[in-house]
Each structure stands twice: as structure tokens, then as C-alpha cells.
């Protein structure tokens, strides 16, 4: 079986690894441009290219994650998958393991972070993406990815969302209602990463689950996603909101979602698969951020 990353094949399949890789090819809601499915393996095979030392800190990339075997979800109902999904992630977080969930669609997201809010009680969300996904139903479904942070807002979990720059009327006045920490991603772009950085990490309790839909990412450097907004986040301003979300808080678990792979282009694919690992090695690493 492939796993993430050129390492050693004992730390890659070895249960007592502290990071366990989870693939969901999950897709049921997309709701534009189609691929999700296909994300988790391209992601993967993608992670292989990359290079065996971080360039920021100087430091080996030896992050000891397991890649866990992609759950089998096709078949399943939208709540029976929700159900498959959460069992997974909660027997990892029980074990006291680092889960890296990579999707799949982002509705995938929300049984990830209440098996993370169960080990974690005053958890709360790092979403970083081009969309709010609040709305309470999208295409008739509450399972969709349009409506997931609607979801994880219900169970009492803060969500600061970051990257934004598309919504609905609809989610504006949950946005206005719940008095959100919304970073727009024109304001965003307009600053300082760091100083970006610290504002999002005072919205953040002391435990963070971070999200990471890909759209966040402006189209020229991330194509390949169902939902591309233009205007997005670059690479540098994302991976220094992660880092110092990394540094300051005790990030508990995160994932990676709604990487859709182009025929004929692997830029896509390399670049999610360089958000999990600057993810995972700023983590592994984090004493030295």
C-alpha cells in the first residue's frame, strides 16, 4: 500500500507512530467541479517528490506517520458515512494519536472535528477556505460540503474562518447572528502574514482543530478544486498562519479536503500534499518554531 512521504516503511505502517494519515475518498456533494474522490491517492503518490529537508526550519522531513488504509465510504448513505467516518477518528484520538485526515469533499470535516471535541473539550476551528459552509441545507442535503461549519457550529464548537471571499445571503446573517471572526481574504491580503497570523490565533482557543479546504489557496497556485474562487490566499500567508497556529496553540488534529486532480497537471496534488506535511512537520517540529 502507498504511503505518505519517502520515509522509513517500519514508521509508515507502524500503529505506535504518533501521526496517523487518514485518506477519506469520500464524495457525494459536489457541487461543481468533480474529483474529490480521487484526492487522497494523488495526494499521496504527489508526497513521494517531496524533498527530505524543510526549507523554513532546516530540519529532516522525519514526521513518523502511519498511512492508515482509505476508508471504503462509496456505498454508504451520507449519514452512514458521517457514522464510518467519526468511528475511525475517535478510536485514533482515544489512542491519543495525531490525526491528518486528507479528503475527499469537505463535509467529511465535521465527523473529524466532534471525534477531536470529544477528547478536546474547549476545542475550537481554524477554517481556512474561500467559502463559509454555512448553510443549513444545499441541494436538500445537510451533508453537504456547503453546509458542514453549520453542522460543527451546532455542537458549540467555535469556528474562525479565514481565506473567505464568497457566501450567500443566507450565510451572511449566520455570520451576523453568531457574531463570527470572519478574516476576509482581500483584508487578509492586505497585511502582514504574521501580522494576520496572531489575529486569527487570539479568535482560537487554547485547542485547535484546523481545516484546510484548498480553495482557500488562490486558483493560480491551486487549480485543482471543485469550487475555485479567484483573489485567494498565497502560499506564504497560509503556511505562516499554520505555522503560528502551530507555535502558539496545542493543535489537536486537522485535515486537508476538496483537492480535485487535473488530467495532465500535478500541480495541484504536490502543493496539498505539501500543506499536510508543513502541517505535520511544524508539529513534529514544534519546539524548534
Known sequence: MPHFLDIPKAAARSRKSPYALLPIPYEKSTSYGKGTSRGPAALIKASHEIDTVDEELLLP????????????????????????????????????????????????????????????????????????????????????????????????????????????????????????????????????????????????????????????????????????EPGGLDWYMVIDILKEVVRRKSVVSADLVELSPLPGSNVSEYTAARLAQKILTYHWHREAL
Open 61 to 228: 522531513i522525519d514526521v513518523p506517520v502511519q498511512t492508515l488504509p482509505a476508508l471504503k465510504l462509496g456505498s454508504k448513505t451520507p449519514a452512514a458515512a458521517m457514522r464510518a467516518i467519526y468511528s475511525a477518528a475517535a478510536k485514533l484520538q482515544k489512542a491519543g494519536r495525531f490525526v491528518m485526515a486528507v479528503g475527499g469533499e469537505h463535509s467529511v470535516s465535521e465527523p473529524l472535528i466532534r471525534a477531536a471535541a470529544e477528547s478536546h473539550r474547549k476545542l475550537s476551528v481554524l477554517c481556512l477556505d474561500a467559502h463559509l459552509d454555512l448553510r443549513d441545507k444545499y441541494t436538500g442535503s445537510r451533508y453537504s460540503h456547503a453546509s458542514v461549519m453549520k453542522r460543527v457550529m451546532e455542537q458549540g464548537i467555535p469556528v474562525v474562518h479565514a481565506g473567505i471571499r464568497s457566501l450567500c445571503e443566507e450565510e451572511l446573517d449566520v455570520a451576523r447572528r453568531s457574531k463570527l471572526p470572519v478574516f476576509f481574504a482581500r483584508y487578509m491580503l492586505e497585511k502582514p502574514a504574521r501580522k494576520i497570523a496572531a489575529e486569527i490565533c487570539r479568535q482560537l482557543t487554547d485547542d485547535v482543530y484546523i481545516s484546510v479546504d484548498v480553495d482557500a489557496l488562490d486558483p493560480s497556485i491551486m487549480p485543482g478544486t471543485g469550487t475555485p
